[in-house]
């Protein structure tokens, strides 16, 4: 094998050089010296390019005929039979290497000179001279990167590989994309020795360069990657219209959240969260997980969500809303396990009332910063069926932050998960800001990225303590009221006060002080001892609210002409942007309405 005056010298082809040279000569006699060996004519240069050169009379080994001593026992080449095909031995470096696709170069030498490139290394990047080194004759090479790669192998006698590099095609073809291996070998010397007396020329350590082309399969990855990306897409963008849109933001409440879809793959989460008004300056929020991955529950979510706001409208308390929920949740699918929790504010009592269906704890923070954690869960996950959940509440008062989120928040799978609600505790007690501002800390202090591996819902909802200005827009005012005759003119002239000090315009006045007289008229005659007429004004609106000891809750009804009742609903209903009623945890009913204040 001949690369312009130097050869490669592969595994056992020293050894089987020797052997055809012992077959060739005739064994000495016993007693008689060998006669040294004769020097062999210098075979013709090959050229870099890869053509071949003519084959020579005689045959070249850099292997002492010692090496050859049981070539005694091989047939003679005149014992070959005639017709059999070549062996590997018979073919040369440019038989085999100058035909293959691949990218081949040999170097030689710490400054990496060119010994010898194939066809197809000379078709994709032109002829190159041979002897010079690889910086100044293969350029490619040092485009992509492989010098030091090649100076690592010289050192090591190690192969090495590098994958998919991108080599330009020029004008020629387009872009390719190669993995290169380097492989260590030993070049010698081609030609007679330097010296008559040593019996072999020293070798030189070089590197054959091998690069395979793998541009169908690169591309073929770039597709499929491609192609989960927009089904990747397609499904997050699924998930994220299944969520809220917007959140709806309460008058007494500062709220964000977040969704944060986990792994790469193309399979949405069962994450969801929702923030539900429902009157009176009252506000749901909710936070669920449903089991597993996949458009199944995706879809199991949806409709857990729709469900939990048509039952929000309801004004059902929180245990009687899970409850309701464990019983579709089991209808859609019974193999599909969700946890839930269903919390509501109310302004007027300053307390968080929730139920959790097997769901993490509520975090709430205190105006001192105080991190205290809402009891266990008050019932087993959604779709079990058969329990019976119940409430819990939790102070959060003005000045107050409270946290609903998914496991994946803070589940990891070589701790155990109240570790991580211990680390969640720790960073909700130092983020400061806005509840925008403290989603994002929440995630960057539980080391959520973009790679995490689960869906992370994350719900924060602050009770702000106003002042100033921002106090003014905020007022309370309630009467006792005894029953009796006198309790429906003394609720006119309250609200009638209340109003005028508030400074509302006189249509508006007008309609409150209207609202209040039919709603106390509603509980004088429908209600029971105690009753309480109660008036609260925000920056967006007015809210009169009568309670009473009846549950009855009222209903809208047509009055006929002839009938004397029935028409303090309707007034109400007419008059008012929205009215309603539900039953008070210590017994007892709550009716409702709200004006729209004017803006500006």
Known sequence: MIFTRWSAKLPGTQRRAAARSDRAAPRPASGTPAAPPAAAPAPSAVPADGTPAAPTSATTSTVPAARAEHAETAPSQDATPVGLPPTVDALSVHDILGTIPALVAVVYGPEHRLAYVNGAYAAAFGPRPAGHTAREALPELDALGLLPLMDQVLRSGKPRTVKSRKVPGGDRTRDGYYTFTCTPIEVAASGPAPDPEVACVAPHKGVLVFGAEVTDQIESAERLRASEARQREAAVTLQRSLLPQELEQPDDLCVAATYQPGGTDAAVGGDWYDVITLGAGRTALVIGD???????????????????????RLDLPPHEVLQLLDGLAAEIDASQIATCVYAVHDPNEGRLVYASAGHL????????????????????PLGTGGWLHTSGSVPLGPGSSAVLYTDGL????????????????????GA????????????????????????VAILVLQHPERTGHDAELFHNAALELHGGTEAAPRARAFASGVLASWRFPTELHDLGVLAASELVA????????PMRLRLRRTDRRLIVEVTDGDDHLPRRRRAEPADEAGRGISIVATIASSWGSRRTPGGGKAVWCEFALPRG
């Open 290 to 312: 449903v089991m597993g991955r996949g458009v199944r529950a995706a879809a199991v979510m949806g409709q857990l969500r729709t469900a939990v706001r048509a039952y929000a």
């Open 361 to 380: 704890p509520i975090l709430v923070r205190d105006p001192d910063g105080t991190i205290r954690r809402a009891a266990e869960p008050t019932g087993p």
């Open 410 to 429: 803070v589940e990891r799978r070589d701790k155990d998960i109240d570790h991580g609600v211990e680390a969640l505790e720790r960073a909700f007690a």
């Open 432 to 455: 400061a800001g806005a509840p925008d501002i403290v989603c994002d800390r929440l995630l960057r202090s539980l080391g959520i990225t973009a790679s995490h591996d689960d869906d």
């Open 522 to 529: 509603n509980s004088l005659q429908h209600g029971t001892p």
